[in-house]
């Protein structure tokens, strides 16, 4: 069975650093379009990176391009999120998610929660002034 686990997130302050890890199994993920997505308190859940896994292509929402980085460790099969000059306006319930069964993931790989069929149980990330 696929399971995508998230430990880590975490507390700190404006313009700190946290990264993110989501331990990926029950799968093949060397063509797999996997993400980070987040949802904060009233708010839809967004997309905000994303990764063909296949090609390492990338993919960012507008407003953590330059600060956030999404990798993928084959070795590992463990998918990251490295989070820089973070704002308050980062804090949310963070979530990773998965669609390594698709052939066409390399086609459609992106930031809209549609193209994903498995995720994880959520970790939440807090920023204070």
């Known amino acids: 069975d696929v399971l995508l686990v998230e430990p880590g997130g975490g507390s700190v302050q404006a313009g700190g650093s946290l990264r993110l890890s989501c331990a990926a199994s029950g799968a093949d993920y060397r063509r797999a379009c996997m993400g980070w997505f987040r949802q904060a308190p009233g708010k839809e859940r967004e997309g905000v990176a994303a990764?063909?896994?296949?090609?390492?292509?990338?993919f960012y929402h507008d407003s953590v391009k330059g600060r956030f980085t999404i990798s993928h460790d084959y070795a590992q099969d463990t998918l990251y999120l490295e989070m820089n000059g973070l704002k308050q306006g980062d804090t949310a319930m963070y979530y990773c998610?998965?669609?390594?069964?698709?052939?066409?993931?390399?086609?459609?790989?992106?930031?809209?929660?549609?193209?994903?069929?498995?995720w994880g149980q959520g970790t939440q990330v807090s920023v204070s002034s």
């Open positions: 998610a998965a669609d390594p069964f698709s052939p066409y993931a390399g086609y459609y790989c992106g930031l809209s929660d549609t193209n994903f069929e498995f």
């Open positions: 990764i063909y896994t296949g090609s390492g292509a990338s």
